[in-house]
């Protein structure tokens, strides 16, 4: 039941979700999250309220899977990397550089049974998992073009908290340094860093631009989310409600999914309109030659985490 409310406002919801976000809203996480709030208010005609939390507002990227299981916020959508973290090494693939040659790839892991396995992981950490999303593939960035292997040297790159990003970056000669994404800007500004990775979604709503000088589209990996919830707060929801707020979340990602590549496009429009960095495109022999670097990168994933993992990964990945 919707209480009346005094003053005229709107009806005070009898329950509101918080879904917590470090990105911007203009992306494709935080415009599904804002999505998802539309959805669920009005089929609920208010009674379940969504209060989202982007740009780190209230939990970032050292926070936010603990404030998670102890039940401060309800909903979080981290990148699929960052699980390793929790003690889900096996969800890293995702991270794996050169792995993936389009989203059709990721889509024979996110919509397989591969996926369903690497869900069926979240429980133990007393979560659930809700479903996985695209932003896109990462691009390299600092203040010199980074086209070949040599180019990275000697370079402090900000990476995600990820083993597989980490030994990328080292594969590649730079040194890999762990900040929050809501960090890094101002790493980036102040010099404790010289360059990071993203799509450009991310570097353009952080306005990264302003203190990097060089764009390389490198297409070097690939970044998702996975949605996921308490699952004590799940498994006392009406079921009904439940149903509802499942069926609003996968929508949502739905969504989330058709905008993300013309997010990232138009972000790369911006990019070139503001005309503050130089954006450079690889030729198929650089790309080559930083697939080669990166290759060890795979075998040392492959030495963390069970050898099923792999060879379902080749599996899924093999042509269907
Ligand atoms: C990052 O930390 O670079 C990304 O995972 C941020 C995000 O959630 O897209």
């Not at 003053?7 to 976000?21: Q, V």
């Not at 993936?100 to 007393?126: E, H, Y």
């Not at 890094?184 to 010289?194: H, I, K, N, P, Q």
Request: no cysteine; net charge positive; hydrophobic share 40%.
């Amino acid at each position: 039941m919707v209480l009346p409310a005094a003053t005229g406002a709107p009806p005070r919801p009898d329950i509101t979700l918080r879904f917590s976000h470090v990105v911007a809203e203009e992306t494709p996480k935080g415009l599904a999250a804002n999505r998802f709030k539309v959805l669920v208010e009005q089929r609920s005609g208010g009674r379940i309220g969504v209060q989202v939390y982007p740009n780190a507002q209230l939990y970032g990227d050292d926070d936010e899977m603990q404030a998670l299981q102890m039940g401060a916020v309800d909903l979080v959508a981290p990148s699929l990397s960052k699980f390793g973290r929790i003690g889900l090494p096996e969800f890293e693939m995702f991270g794996l550089p050169f792995l993936f040659d389009d989203l059709s790839a990721v889509r024979r892991i996110t919509l397989g049974p591969l996926g369903q396995k690497l869900m069926q992981g979240l429980p133990r950490q007393g979560l659930v998992g809700l479903g996985f999303f695209d932003n896109g593939f990462k691009q390299m960035s600092a203040n010199r073009p980074l086209l070949e292997p040599k180019d990275f040297a000697g370079l402090r790159m900000r990476v995600q908290a990820s083993f597989v990003i980490a030994a990328q970056m080292r594969a590649l000669g730079a040194k890999p340094v762990t900040l929050a994404f809501s960090e890094t800007r101002r790493a980036l500004a102040a010099g404790v860093v010289d360059g990071t990775e993203n799509p450009v979604s991310n570097f353009w709503t952080q306005n990264m631009h302003e203190v990097q000088s060089d764009l390389s589209l490198t297409e070097h990996g690939y970044l998702g989310y996975a949605v996921v919830t308490n699952q004590r707060f799940w498994q006392h929801l009406q079921p009904d409600d439940r149903a509802m707020i499942n069926q609003a979340l996968q929508e949502s990602l739905a969504f989330a999914n058709t905008i993300a590549d013309a997010q990232n496009d138009q972000a790369l429009q911006a990019l070139r309109q503001a005309g503050t960095t130089r954006i450079h495109s690889l030729s198929t022999g650089q790309r080559a030659r930083l697939r080669q670097a990166v290759e060890p990168v795979q075998q040392q994933l492959a030495s963390r985490i069970a050898p099923r993992w792999m060879s379902d990964l080749k599996q899924a990945l093999r042509k269907a």
